[in-house]
C-alpha cells in the first residue's frame, strides 16, 4: 500500500506545467514536495498566497508563512499575497487548472464529502464548497477505507455533500481510480495490491479492465 508520501507523489504526476493548483488541507498539501522540477507550477492558497513552494526544513520556518491549514510553507520567487477575496475571486472566475482535495467520503457519481461529520463540532466549511463548485478538474487524495475498514468509495456518500458530482480523479493508498458514469474506473493498483483487495475495499460499483498496471512513482 501506499503511504500519504505515496499518494501524493503520485498526484504529482497529473501536474503539468504551466498549472494553477489549489491544494487542500491534509495529504494534498504534500503534493508541493514531489513536483517535477523541469515544469512550472503555480501552488496557490485560499488564504491568500500564490506561489507557494515545499515544506521548509527544520530550522527555516516561518510563522508568518502558512497555508489555509495552518501549516509553515515556503514561497517560490514572484510568489504574491492578497487577501481572501482575491484568492476566491481566482477560484471562483476559475483560473485555477487543478484542485486537490482530501474526502471522506465519495460517491461513485463523483459526489465529495469533506468537510462535516453530524455530532462533530467543527471551525466551518471552509473553502472548499467554493473549490468544487468552481473547479473542472477534482483529484482526491484519501484513504480508501476508515480507521474501521469501511469503504469511503460508497455508491452514496452518508456525510454532508461538499459538492455534487465533481470529482474527476481519487488516488489512495490501494489505487488511482477515475469517476465515470458507471462507476469507479480502476487504472492502477498501488504496489503489492491486488485487483481482489481493493475490489473487498470499495463499496460502490468498480469497473476493472483487463489489465490494471502498478503505480509507479
Known amino acids: 500500500m501506499l503511504d500519504k508520501n505515496g499518494i501524493a507523489k503520485r498526484i504529482a504526476q497529473e501536474v503539468q506545467d504551466g498549472y494553477y493548483v489549489n491544494l487542500g488541507i491534509g495529504i494534498p498539501t504534500l503534493v508541493a514536495n514531489f513536483v517535477r522540477e523541469d515544469i512550472g507550477v503555480e501552488f496557490q492558497s485560499e ?42 475571486g481566482m477560484i471562483r472566475a476559475q483560473k485555477v487548472n487543478l484542485t486537490i482535495l482530501g474526502a471522506m467520503e465519495v460517491a461513485q457519481n463523483g459526489d465529495i464529502a469533506n468537510w462535516k461529520i453530524p455530532g462533530v463540532m467543527v471551525k466551518g466549511m471552509g473553502g472548499a464548497m467554493d473549490l468544487v463548485a468552481s473547479a473542472d478538474n477534482i483529484i482526491v487524495a ?76
Not at 513552494?53 to 514561497?75: H, M, R, S
Open 47 to 88: 488564504n491568500g498566497i500564490l506561489g507557494m513552494g515545499p515544506f521548509p526544513l527544520e530550522g527555516d520556518e516561518d510563522a508568518d508563512l502558512i497555508n489555509a491549514g495552518k501549516q509553515t510553507i515556503t514561497t517560490l520567487p514572484g510568489a504574491a499575497f492578497f487577501d481572501s477575496a482575491m484568492s476566491f
Open 142 to 217: 484519501m484513504m480508501h477505507t476508515n480507521k474501521k475498514g469501511d469503504s469511503k468509495l460508497l455508491k452514496r456518500c452518508t456525510l454532508p455533500l461538499t459538492g455534487v458530482g465533481c470529482v474527476k480523479k481519487i488516488v489512495t493508498n490501494l489505487a488511482v481510480l477515475e469517476v465515470t458514469p458507471e462507476g469507479f474506473k480502476l487504472l492502477e493498483r498501488a504496489p503489492g495490491v491486488s485487483v481482489q483487495n481493493i475490489q473487498a475495499a470499495t463499496e460502490g460499483q468498480l469497473i476493472i479492465p483487463p489489465v490494471v498496471p502498478e503505480i509507479s512513482i
